[in-house]
């Protein structure tokens, strides 16, 4: 089955600073890569999410791209602030009603 | 519009007995996910469903079950609780096929 991997799984940046955050999958059939912001205490929360015939992908001040040929993903942020500071998991999914999840990186900004 | 809803939030049982924890989602999605979440760990998938009375297993099914006799409900049974079951479970939906997956905040659940 699909194997994701997530780093790092902690990240500590300056408010203001950017972050990035890197996935690579296994499965080359993967066609469809969300990425999750999850809370203390709350569930997961879609953030963004890509397709396969999409090579890059903004909203505000995150955004994700993706290289199909290297199997791998990645989350930037922009212009840190203190709300950004969660957990942050990518996944990826062939098309079937599975997605496949990283372990998470654990993201501290510091004011 | 609630969303998933999942109960309860929180709970302790002793080893041995038996729960059942409770999904309900209002958006008249398909799809319903259970997963478990332990500490610095992803998310390991434990039963899906593509519809009422339609269920599968996923990477981690032992000690559970499951049923979906209604397109809106989607309960998770643990019959002989063990301590390695202890964890945080969350239930999701989605409408389809890489679609985004809404979760529930999630039952918080220790054995001891």
């Known amino acids: 089955g699909e194997n994701v991997e997530q780093h790092p799984s902690t990240l500590s940046v300056q408010e203001g600073d950017s972050a990035v955050i890197k996935c690579t999958y296994s499965?080359?059939?993967?066609?469809?890569f969300p990425w999750y912001k999850q809370e203390l205490g709350k569930g997961p929360q879609l953030i963004i999410d890509?397709?396969?015939?999409?090579g890059e992908k903004k909203d505000q001040r995150i955004a994700v791209t993706l290289n199909k040929t290297a199997k791998h993903f990645s989350l930037h942020i922009t212009e840190t602030q203190p709300e950004d500071s969660a957990v942050y998991f990518c996944?990826?999914?062939?098309?079937?009603?599975?997605?496949?999840f990283g372990a998470g990186t654990t993201v501290t900004v510091r004011a | 519009n609630a969303g998933v809803t999942q109960t309860p939030k929180f709970r302790i049982l002793k080893i041995g007995q038996s729960m059942t924890l409770q999904c309900t989602q209002d958006?008249?999605?398909?799809?319903m996910y259970w997963y478990r979440q332990d500490p610095g760990m992803g998310l390991k998938l434990i039963y899906y469903?593509?519809?009422?009375?339609?269920?599968d297993k996923g990477e981690v099914p032992n000690g559970y079950n499951v049923s979906r006799s209604t397109t809106e409900d989607f309960p998770l049974r643990l019959e002989l609780a063990a301590p390695s079951q202890t964890s945080v479970y969350f239930c999701?939906?989605?409408?389809?096929?890489?679609?985004?997956?809404?979760f529930g905040d999630g039952t918080r659940l220790s054995i001891l």
């Open positions: 999701a939906s989605r409408e389809g096929v890489n679609q985004p997956q809404h």
């Open positions: 469903s593509v519809g009422a009375g339609i269920t």
């Open positions: 499965d080359s059939a993967s066609n469809y």
């Open positions: 958006m008249n999605h398909n799809y």
């Open positions: 996944a990826a999914s062939t098309g079937d009603y599975k997605l496949s």
């Open positions: 890509i397709r396969s015939n999409v």
